[in-house]
Structures are given as structure tokens and as C-alpha cells.
Nanobody, 125 residues
Framework: VQLQASGGGLVQAGGSLRLSCAASGRTFGLNIMAWFRQPPGKEREFVAAFSWRGYSTIYADSVRGRFTISRENGRKMLNLQMNDLKPEDTAVYYC???????????????????WGQGTLVTVSS
């Protein structure tokens, strides 16, 4: 699966951004789709993920209630709506996917096989 992320930019604290990730290639329906981010000078961390099984979602504690992950199967698109952004949300955001017939969400980056190129989100205070 090939992934192309977009939608990053500069926003003031309290603002909103919507990231999108377009998928192409082989089957999409049984994939776990996720967003990770890498803040400056830090390791890549889990943000949110979406499972085809029951359309279930998981969020990192730091973004729960502010971010919403969604998937558009018909368009093979993964979205991340980010509201009430904070300076600590500044990072390069990556979309990732893994084929998983069981539909189990994983939060470790090493579990994911395919990655997009990343899109930079900068939140000013």
C-alpha cells in the first residue's frame, strides 16, 4: 500500500487542522490505519488508529477528546481532524498501515509496514 499524507501547516494554539492520507495499491479493507507523529528531537509516537473491525478507534491520552480519526473506504482515505491544537502537538505527522485480518489495533510503530512521507504541523503559542 502506498500512502500520501497532506494537510499540515502552521496554526495558532487553539486552532484546527485536518490531515488526510490517500492510500493506493492492494486491498485496503482489512488494514489497520494509523497516525503517528514525531516531535522535534523526540521519537515517533502513536497518535490514533482505526480498525476495520467494528470501525473501532484508539487514541493516545494526549490527543483524546481533541483529535478524531476517520476512514473513507470508498475513497481509500484516512483523515485526522485536530481541534484545540497545542504547541506540544508540533510534529511531523505520518500515516501508516498494516494488513491485519483480525482487526487488532497496534500502537507500536514497528508493527506497521507501510508509511506515508509525513506532513509537518506547527502550532504557535
Amino acid at each position: 500500500v502506498q500512502l500520501q499524507a497532506s494537510g499540515g501547516g502552521l496554526v495558532q494554539a487553539g486552532g484546527s487542522l485536518r490531515l488526510s492520507c490517500a492510500a493506493s495499491g492492494r486491498t485496503f479493507g482489512l488494514n489497520i490505519m494509523a497516525w503517528f507523529r514525531q516531535p522535534p528531537g523526540k521519537e515517533r509516537e502513536f497518535v490514533a488508529a482505526f480498525s476495520w473491525r467494528g470501525y473501532s478507534t484508539i487514541y493516545a491520552d494526549s490527543v483524546r477528546g481533541r483529535f478524531t480519526i476517520s476512514r473513507e473506504n470508498g475513497r481509500k482515505m484516512l483523515n485526522l481532524q485536530m481541534n484545540d491544537l497545542k504547541p506540544e502537538d508540533t510534529a511531523v505527522y505520518y500515516c501508516a498501515t498494516k494488513f491485519d485480518p483480525a482487526g487488532t489495533i497496534r500502537q507500536l510503530a514497528r508493527e506497521y509496514k507501510d508509511w506515508g512521507q509525513g506532513t509537518l504541523v506547527t502550532v504557535s503559542s
